[in-house]
């Protein structure tokens, strides 16, 4: 009798370390599935808050940018502040301007093409209609531009 019992305690072991074996792997699975759940939702909380950030600093572009249009037609110390005003809000909501002129290359990353006019050479920007911004080097607005076609 003692050598059956022997043996059952041996199957009892051997069954409770397969157990104990198969929860470990479990429980590991769990854990690596809430670790991906958890950046994920980090992951969508971050482009949720770019979304808002985006949705309200493109209103505030637009705001700014009639001020910039009025500075060019009418010099006015009050619209010199509040410009200044509205490009010390955008430095700190990390908002840039896109840095695109007459004479540079093409690039639909950063810029929207409004309209195709002939020219000497192909892709070149001929006017910038509307600049484009970045918000923490992320495209926040592409520029408007318009763009040479080689003539043939």
């Known amino acids: 009798m003692a050598k059956k ?3 059952t305690s041996l199957d009892e072991k051997e069954k409770l370390a397969e157990e104990l074996q198969g929860v470990q ?4 699975r769990a854990l690596a599935d809430y670790q991906n759940l958890e950046r994920h939702l980090q992951d969508e909380m971050k482009r949720q808050v770019f979304l808002v950030k985006k949705e309200l600093l493109e209103e505030v572009i637009e705001i700014y940018q009639v001020v910039e249009k009025l500075l060019e037609s009418k010099k006015n110390s009050n619209l010199e502040l509040i410009r200044s005003q509205f490009e010390a809000l955008l430095k700190r909501w990390q908002v840039k301007k896109i840095g695109l002129k007459v004479g540079d ?3 639909p990353h ?3 093409c409004l309209e195709v006019v002939k020219g000497e050479k192909e ?17 926040l ?12």
Do not use: C, N, W
Request: proline share 5%; glycine share 4%.
């Open 123 to 139: 892709d070149i920007i001929v006017e910038v209609v509307r600049p484009g911004y970045t918000l923490a080097g992320q495209l």
């Open 110 to 112: 950063l810029a929207e």
């Open 141 to 152: 607005r592409p520029a408007l531009v318009k763009v040479s076609k080689k003539r043939e």
């Open 105 to 107: 290359k093409f690039d």
């Open 5 to 7: 019992t022997k043996k």
């Open 25 to 28: 792997q479990r429980l590991a």
